[in-house]
């Protein structure tokens, strides 16, 4: 059953999915466990990054595990190997949006993994846009999030 799971990855994009629903039943005053649900759901995702890298058959040119080739098995486990990292730096600086900053960085650890496993033309443009939007989480003013919007798109192309 275990296998059958990483057959299209799925266990690998549920875990920081539901990371992120269990934290909004967490009240925000309490930042402890927010960062320890964090931080857990990021390392287990992390962890189980490596199980289709040992199962990933290089002699084959074609994609395996719906969607995943060499180079985007390296961008996935990049990618969950950095989540925790991100979570880790800002740990004793969230105090008042720690609950959002969490959540914004599972939110983009779902999208980044989705995007590097898409086969479809169509979701792979969807999900590369979508990315942007957990940092306009925060923003006071939508004039300030779609400048923030039009900054980050304009460096990144």
Known sequence: HFCECYSNLSGLILCP????ITLLFIPNSRI??????????????F???????IQFDSSMAKSQFLGIDDISLFFVILTTFLIPICISVGWSGMRSYGKEYITAFLIREF???????MLDLLLFYVFPESVPIPIL??????IFAGIKLFLCRGLVQ
Do not use: D, Q
């Open 111 to 117: 999208l980044m993994i989705a995007v590097f496993r």
């Open 47 to 53: 962890l189980y990054s490596p199980v289709p890298r």
């Open 17 to 20: 999915v539901l990371g992120s």
């Open 137 to 142: 989480c925060g923003a006071e003013y939508l």
């Open 32 to 45: 402890r466990p927010i960062r320890l649900i964090g931080l857990c759901a990021s390392l287990i995702t």
